[in-house]
Each structure stands twice: as C-alpha cells, then as structure tokens.
C-alpha cells in the first residue's frame, strides 16, 4: 500500500538577514498544503520570492487566499494595477509617487495590512524598476543595547501628506490641503508585537518625534531609515515577468526604485487583512 508524500516547502535564502526564494511548483502552492510553512517563512525572512510562477489573476488571488484573509482593494475583488502610467492607473498614479520612497503601508489605519503580494505582468527596462526592502525586525535586533533602551519608547506622527515633499519640494496649498485630508496617526518607533519580537517603524510619512527638539527628531527618523536600509538589512528584486514577491509589511519597509512612467511597467497586487493592530 503506497503512503502518499507530504509535500515539503523548498526554499534558499537570498541574503543573510532578508529574503528567501521559494522554489515549489504552482499546483504545490495553490493547494494551501504549505501555507503555515510560507507564513513561517515569511515572518522570519521578510521578504518572499517566487521566481518565474506566472500565476493568473485569479491564481495570485486563491494563492493570497490561501495565507490569510483576502484584503480586497476593488469593489469587485479584483487585482490592483500598480504603476505610475497615468493612462492605465488614473485614479493612483499621482499617490504612487511617493511609494519611490522607502515606507510602510497602512500607517494611518489602526490596523496595518499583513502583507503584500505583487505579480509583474511587465518589467520595465533592466537598471530601473526594481523593489527594494528593508528588514526592519533586523534592523531593530542590530542595534546596540543604548539604542535600544533610547528608541523603545518614542513615538512617531505619521502623515501621508509628510512624503509629499519627497518628490515634490514646493507643492501647492490645494494639493497639500487633499493629502492631509487622508489623516495621520501617532505610531511606535519601535513596535512591539504580539510575537515580543521588535520592529523598526519609520519611512517617508515619518514627520517627527513627539517631545523632541526638531534637529534631534530629524537625525533619529533619518538616522534610523540610513541605518535600516544598509545592505545587512536590504534586498533589491530585479523583476522578471511571471516572479511574485510577497512581504511582511508589518516588519519591513519597501520601495519602488525610480523608472520611467511611460515605459509599461505594470505589477498586480493584492493583500492580506492585517491581523494586529499598532501598539503604543
């Protein structure tokens, strides 16, 4: 009598502290059989690569489904496009800017998503258009003792609009007036977790340190983000069509490194509900 084989997670690590590549087949990870192992996998590395997968739209949807629960961005359930051509994202595009620049998504809700999950349809041209990530459970676990005991009880406020000035330096009241619209929040510069592990909570909507001199307030916010995106704590992802990057955004920042908007570049996204609240 045969006995049927448990199917394993096969995976490699990319670099010493962020990434790892899975390598199994899409009926293996369709099936959900390797869901526990993904999300263990996903917590410990940050960042998860499926090289070459080529899910569909409705594959990377029951793939997402599979690791939790489906946080829909379309009435209708659909993927999102992510790209920064006006023509094929109208409603976005704008907003997009400022995901060039290292951030957290979700730090205006009172529950940031779990993760994302992104699919590239079309690459832009080799040199640009990578996604880069930052591990910041990493980050925060490097740092010494003194830092440490410093950063653990700050608090950050948080604003949309704060990232603004990234990429546009001298913008006009009317657009300033419609990104503070979106809200802001106070966060934890270091989240503790339901797991007691720590993370680093930073990026381009960090505006400053509550109960801090403003110069001081602006060295910790951009020291800590130089610190968190050194190549011990980063991964670039050079995009090929069919690759699926998933990441833990609740320990990790990303970015979209810069490409032309006109070039194609087109990436699906879709997300899972997040399922621990910020803690102050």
Not at 4 to 13: N, P, V
Not at 39 to 59: C, K, L, M, N, S
Not at 116 to 130: A, F, I, Q
Request: aromatic share 8%; with cysteine; net charge negative.
């Amino acid at each position: 009598m045969s006995v049927a084989t448990q199917t394993k997670l096969r995976t490699e690590h990319i670099k010493p502290k962020i990434g790892s590549r899975i390598l199994n087949s899409k009926e293996e990870l369709l099936s959900g059989d390797l869901a526990d192992e993904i999300r263990e996998e996903f917590e410990a590395r940050g960042v998860i690569v499926i090289p070459g997968i080529h899910f569909t739209e409705d594959e990377q949807i029951t793939f997402t489904k599979t690791l939790g629960q489906y946080a829909s961005e379309n009435p209708d359930g659909s993927v999102s496009k992510i790209t920064l051509d006006v023509k094929e994202n109208p409603s976005a595009a704008e907003y997009l800017k400022g995901s060039l620049y290292w951030h957290i998504d979700g730090t205006r809700n009172e529950v940031p998503i779990l993760a994302s999950l992104l699919s590239c349809k079309v690459p832009s041209p080799k040199g640009t258009g990578n996604t880069g990530f930052s591990n910041t459970y990493a980050a925060y676990e490097a740092l010494s003792d003194a830092d440490k005991a410093k950063y653990d009880d700050m608090k950050v406020l948080h604003a949309p609009w704060a990232s603004l000035f990234y990429y546009e330096p001298e913008p006009p009241l009317a657009k300033i007036k419609g990104m503070q619209a979106i809200g802001e929040k106070v966060l934890p510069l270091v989240w503790e977790h339901k797991s007691g592990r720590k993370s680093l909570v930073l990026g381009c909507t960090a505006h400053h340190v509550l109960d801090v001199d403003h110069m001081e307030s602006a060295q910790i916010i951009h020291g800590l983000r130089e610190w968190a995106t050194g190549p011990d704590f980063t991964y670039s992802h050079e995009w090929e069509p069919g690759d699926l990057v998933m990441w833990d955004n609740t320990g990790t920042m990303h970015r979209a490194e810069w490409y032309d908007p006109n070039c194609g570049r087109m990436m699906l996204r879709t997300k899972l509900e997040g399922e621990e609240p910020w803690t102050l």
